[in-house]
């Protein structure tokens, strides 16, 4: 079936880095994308990785694609109380994007 | 500014009423899509539409209905609501393909 998986929660110290995982099931997904969900609202794109990228880095964000064990990974670099939120990554398959259950992060101080 | 609108932002209704959800984007997008997200589940597709007259179904479309009758608006109708469909749902829209995409602040909707 078509299942992006996500551990469901993380928790993380303010200051400290966060790394958010997710495996994803379509070996030709051109893009794979990290959505962040704050709360009472709706998804906001955070960042997204071309498929013949191994990495991206944006400012505090870094993304890790490993397409050999189709993993993907959020890394967030000097964790903020702002950046509590739910992670979702997606894939696309068949044109349409498929989310993984989403990674809640908490930061607590 | 463009944007994406939902209606109502929360709704109650009884098993067995039809439903309509609002969606309405400003972003003059041909492809929008309605997603339910419910715990443990994420975000799973109901309907989507690439154009004016298209529409498709997602992986979860028994009991909904969506129609595209112009480039700014897709509602979607629960026929006979059920307590199974009481979920947050959330409609967006992208301009080219279905990866980047444009989240309304969803519709919460209780069937009791």
């Known amino acids: 079936g078509e299942d992006v998986e996500q551990s469901l929660f993380l928790s993380v110290r303010e200051g400290d880095s966060s790394v958010i995982n997710c495996t994803y099931t379509?070996?030709?997904?051109?893009?794979l994308y990290w959505y962040k969900q704050e709360p009472g609202a709706g998804l906001q794109l955070l960042t997204y990785?071309?498929?013949?990228?191994d990495m991206k880095q944006d400012q505090r964000l870094t993304v890790l694609l490993n397409k050999k064990d189709k993993h993907l990974s959020l890394r967030i670099a000097d964790t903020q109380t702002g950046d509590s939120a739910i992670y979702f990554c997606?894939?696309?398959?068949?044109?349409?994007?498929?989310f993984g259950a989403g990674t809640r992060l908490a930061v607590h101080p | 500014d463009a944007e994406i609108t939902q209606s109502p932002r929360h709704k109650i209704t009884e098993t067995g009423r039809q439903v309509t959800l609002a969606c309405h984007q400003t972003?003059?997008?041909?492809?929008m899509f309605w997603y339910r997200q419910d715990l443990g589940h994420g975000l799973r597709l109901i309907h989507y539409?690439?154009?004016?007259?298209?529409?498709n179904k997602g992986e979860v479309s028994d009991g909904y209905s969506v129609s595209r009758s112009n480039t700014e608006d897709l509602p979607l109708t629960l026929e006979s609501a059920a307590s199974s469909q009481t979920s947050v749902y959330f409609c967006a829209s992208s301009a080219a393909g279905p990866g980047e995409l444009f989240f309304g602040e969803g519709s919460r909707l209780t069937v009791l």
């Open positions: 990785i071309f498929s013949n990228m």
């Open positions: 379509d070996s030709s997904s051109t893009y």
């Open positions: 972003w003059n997008h041909n492809n």
């Open positions: 539409s690439y154009g004016v007259q298209d529409t």
């Open positions: 997606a894939e696309t398959v068949h044109n349409k994007l498929i």
